[in-house]
Structure formats: structure tokens, C-alpha cells
């Protein structure tokens, strides 16, 4: 679970929190995705959702999607589907 990050500004008298989600977290969330939708293939947009609300964790999920790709986590279906592979659902204890 990521924690908050506590970031001071020049001029401000209260800190900022800020949620920091690191990748590894964002791929379990991106993988558990496929679990949550009981379904092995889904598209980019639903994958988005792995980031939140969070308009940089979301960019970050594009960055993250590619790496799964690589890693043999997950598969590209085309038209921005992708698959779950044996190796994905073993990483996330399916």
C-alpha cells in the first residue's frame, strides 16, 4: 500500500500530502484488474482505472502496460485489449 509523502512549499505553512503509488503496486493493481472484472482480456481504458483519479498514475499505467507486455505478464490482443497470461495470474495468486 503506498504511503502518503509529506512535501513542503516555499510559502506554505501546512504540507502537501500527496499519494506516491509506486510501479509495483500499480502492476499488482493493473493485474488484480483481470481478477476484479473476472474476465482475461480487457481494454486499455478499464486498465486506467488501476491508476485512479490520478491523471500521472494513470499515464503511468500506459508506461506500465507496455513493461507487462515485455515481462510475459500480460498480452496484446489489438484494438487496446490485452490478455492475462499464466505467468500474470501466477504473479498475482490466481
Known sequence: MSQPAIIAREG???P????VTTMEEL???????????NSDTLDL??????GGNDPEAR??????VA???REGLIEERGSDFYAITTKGRAAVGN
Open 16 to 19: 502537501l500530502l500527496i499519494k
Open 59 to 64: 499515464e503511468q499505467v500506459i508506461d506500465l
Open 67 to 69: 513493461q507487462l507486455v
Open 45 to 50: 481504458h478499464t486498465l486506467f482505472e488501476a
Open 12 to 14: 506554505v505553512d501546512v
Open 27 to 37: 502492476a499488482s493493481r493493473v493485474l488484480n484488474l483481470f481478477t476484479q472484472m
